[in-house]
């Protein structure tokens, strides 16, 4: 939800003196946060520098230290005396002691065992909830710190924590060395303490060479088989964490060859320096796998396996089971509803195979992701001289409703919805789930043309789909069956939906075909063999047709009835790096590529002509990369980058408009409405000449950017500022909308800056966003004037107008990337 305003030059730079004004009292309290608190004869750790240049990650580093200094923006510190201050102890002891004698006499002078047992929970409870207060104080004390009184032993154990760092990265001779400096002025003179700690790394050991050994020839040569996938390479440094992670690699790999009951701890590792004289300063490892005290390590093959089916929680269970056989699994249930065919599918097990730890998280992962059991439970048993598989699980309920209210913060104003969706599992037993859902909501939305205008906005939708386990196509069955591991899934969808606005009422019949899939690195690929949508808008007025051709002439492209088609392919991933916790690292990125209209190219259009429906043939693609990462323990930087392109070769030369790309809104550029932005230099004008942003402006390419940096401020409250930049352009002239094509030497000089700051409400459920966007570098002004502190930027058509929207505020779910 975004809502716009524009200050004017005189209160906006009145605005921006308060802001700084305020940042600079902020800074003055945090420059000298704590001091007051002190006692007689402490000092405040005040600062901890590392200088260690560009061979270790400073905030790694600075995780090591033993004590720490106090943040000083927000501070954190002040916060938590203030907090103390207000804090009485003694009224909650004697508040324990009170709620312990008065529970204790109750539960004495009860009878009942069962009412006993209940004030027992109740006398539980509340001095949990003392203890709490006590331990962590009250909500000041939690948000904030305590002071960091300087102690010099702690010193001493940071740098002695710093140079086993070094030495467990392969830096064997590093050194960490330290200063004290006392610094402050007037009373607090010496009371202010910043320690330097300045690393020399000297050179690093390297990894000449890698032995394996071990007196068993079978894991020997299996040792030496997978050496490519090794962690350890020669030639790189010696690194602790990395044998540790080795060792790990060397467990699993031995477990996914038979080795059932091998442990890590027979893995020992022995670091030969003796390469390591003068200056080559390099190491042999070598990695030994021992015996047991007891015979040796012993190869699991699979006897049998079996899949056993218990009943569901309002199941009837009857007095004997059905047994089935399928690729020489056993199955077991008591109500035969579920397709072994399709079960065998994701059975990754099998006799006389080796033990695999691979294969059961496989099993166990891909069973999962049918969504029909509660479940699955993988255990070996291996009594009785046999290694038998077992799989338990259960079913889930066969029919679900479920619903949901709440409140839409979209582009309009806010308003109510109600979901209501109803599934059933299993539907025709082959592991097939049929969902169906409606919704109905309702917002506020400016009519275009008219911001003063506020109308009611009613949508009705409802959709049926149907999933199946399996790719529906006509491949081979033993194909389907190799394919198991992939998650395989066929989705089928009709839906339709209607919208009745102030101007307009427009309903979507839709209806499309999805294969997706997953690879084993949590890759999501989505391919829509058919997507065919048809659209019809009714009750146009003639005032709105009338502004949409003046304003904007493609836009009317929208409101025609229309057959839309398209094949579309997409493929996204997010990695999530954390191997240096607390250090961790998340990137985002999505590929699609659409082509529309791709089978009109083979077959006549004629009958869409006939019935006057427009039709459009299209290729589409576009790349969006987002990451954050960590600079501190408080603070993290996050950046996103984003750019399509759509080219529309149809006789009308227009996409559909749900196609065209459209830039600005609390996930895109911050200091522009949703939709508003763009495109190119082209100055959206009302009919007297005043700038008017209430229609929205499509685009046929799109780029955009954005950097964010994080703070944490206290409690469950996030700060952000943020600067967002990009637009929109047009491939085809637009000959309402001058300056809206893409041209190689003209686009970097339309590009749109906004600045800007948020809060952000960690709710732990959700995070509530509140972003206020500035237009700093806005391309829809004259050369010269677009920079928000130039001469001339307020001049007009944007000189004081409530619709110039200098500034935007912005109310979203979640982080916008």
Not at 331 to 358: G, H, N, Q
Not at 591 to 614: A, F, H, I
């Amino acid at each position: 939800m975004t809502f716009a305003t524009d200050l004017g030059s005189f209160s906006t730079l009145r605005l921006l003196k308060r802001i700084t004004y305020i940042l600079i009292l902020f800074q003055l309290l945090s420059s000298c946060a704590g001091f007051q608190f002190l006692k007689e004869g402490e000092k405040l750790l005040y600062k901890q520098n590392i200088r260690s240049g560009k061979v270790f990650d400073k905030y790694t580093l600075e995780d090591l230290f033993v004590q720490k200094a106090n943040v000083k923006t927000p501070p954190y510190a002040v916060m938590y005396q203030w907090g103390l201050s207000r804090f009485d102890t003694a009224y909650y002891l004697a508040k324990r002691r009170e709620i312990d004698s008065t529970y204790t006499l109750k539960i004495e002078n009860t009878a009942s065992e069962r009412k006993r047992n209940k004030l027992e929970l109740k006398k539980k409870n509340k001095i949990e909830k003392i203890n709490n207060k006590l331990l962590n104080g009250n909500n000041l004390m939690k948000w904030g710190e305590p002071l960091a009184i300087f102690d010099s032993s702690m010193v001493e154990k940071n740098k002695q924590n710093l140079e086993n760092y070094m030495f467990n990265e392969g830096y064997f001779f590093g050194k960490a060395e330290t200063r004290i400096r006392y610094r402050g002025l007037g009373k607090r003179k010496g009371k202010k303490v910043i320690v330097d700690y300045i690393i020399k790394p000297d050179k690093p050991y390297l990894i000449d060479t890698i032995y394996y050994r071990s007196s068993d020839s079978t894991i020997l040569s299996l040792m030496r088989k997978g050496r490519k996938k090794s962690r350890l390479k020669e030639g790189e440094n010696y690194d602790q964490d990395e044998l540790l992670k080795e060792r790990e690699r060397l467990e699993y790999y031995l477990k996914d060859n038979g080795y059932y009951d091998f442990s890590r701890q027979f893995i020992r590792y022995e670091i030969d320096t003796t390469y390591g004289k003068g200056i080559s300063r390099k190491v042999a490892v070598r990695i030994t796998v021992n015996q047991p005290s007891k015979d040796k390590h012993k190869q699991f093959i699979v006897d049998s396996v079996n899949f056993i089916i218990n009943p569901g929680s309002n199941q009837e269970v009857s007095t004997e089971r059905t047994l089935k056989e399928r690729n020489r699994v056993n199955y077991s249930v008591y109500e035969d509803i579920f397709s072994t065919k399709m079960l065998a599918r994701r059975v990754f097990i099998s006799p006389d195979s080796l033990y695999s730890r691979s294969n059961s998280i496989r099993t166990q992962r891909q069973l999962s992701n049918l969504d029909n059991f509660r479940f699955i439970n993988i255990n070996y048993d291996s009594t009785g001289g046999n290694f038998v598989a077992n799989i338990y699980t259960s079913p889930l309920e066969r029919y679900q409703w479920s619903h949901e209210v709440g409140i839409n913060v979209t582009q309009g104003f806010p308003g109510p919805f109600y979901n209501l969706a109803f599934k059933k599992r299993n539907i025709f037993r082959g592991l097939e789930n049929f969902e169906i859902n409606g919704r109905y909501g309702i917002e506020g939305v400016a009519t275009p043309g008219d911001a003063s205008g506020l109308y009611r906005n009613k949508e009705i939708g409802v959709n049926a789909g149907l999933t199946f386990p399996q790719f529906l196509l006509p491949v081979s069955q033993s194909f389907k069956d190799k394919i198991g591991k992939v998650n395989p899934k066929t989705r089928v969808i009709m839906g339709y939906t209607d919208t009745d606005r102030y101007d307009y009422r427009r309903s979507n019949i839709n209806l499309s075909n999805t294969y997706t899939w997953e690879n084993e690195n949590k890759t999501y690929f989505s391919f829509a063999l058919t997507d065919v949508s048809i659209i019809n808008t009714s009750n146009l007025s003639d005032n709105f047709r009338l502004k949409l051709e003046q304003l904007n002439s493609r836009l009317i492209n929208s409101f025609e009835p229309s057959f839309v088609s398209d094949m579309k392919f997409s493929f996204y991933r997010t990695d999530i790096d954390d191997e240096k916790i607390p250090s961790i690292r998340t990137s985002y990125y999505r590929v699609q590529m659409e082509s529309g209209g791709t089978v009109l190219n083979l077959v006549n259009p004629g009958p869409l002509e006939n019935r006057d429906l427009e039709y459009f043939k299209y290729l589409k693609g576009d790349f969006d990369y987002s990451r954050s990462k960590p600079i501190s323990a408080v603070a993290s930087i996050a950046y996103r980058f984003n750019v399509g392109v759509a080219y529309p070769y149809s006789s009308n030369r227009a996409l559909p408009y749900e196609k065209y790309f459209f830039a600005g809104g609390s996930n895109g550029i911050r200091a522009w409405r949703p939709r508003r932005l763009g495109p190119g230099s082209f100055t959206p004008l009302d009919n007297v000449g005043n700038v008017n942003y209430d229609l929205e402006q499509q685009g046929e390419v799109l780029l955009q950017a954005s950097v964010e940096f994080r703070r944490d401020l206290f409690g469950f409250i996030e700060s952000a500022v943020f600067i967002d930049a990009g637009n929109i352009w047009m491939i085809n002239d637009d000959i309402n909308r001058e300056g809206e094509n893409f041209q190689f030497n003209q686009f970097y000089k339309e590009i749109a800056v906004g600045t800007g700051f948020g809060l952000r409400f960690d709710f732990s459920f959700l995070i509530m966003r509140f972003d206020v966007g500035i237009k700093t570098l806005d391309p829809a002004r004259d050369p010269g004037k677009r920079f928000l502190f130039s001469d001339h930027f307020f001049d007009f058509p944007f000189d004081n107008n409530k619709n110039a929207e200098l500034v935007v505020f912005n109310i979203g779910v979640g982080y916008p990337f």
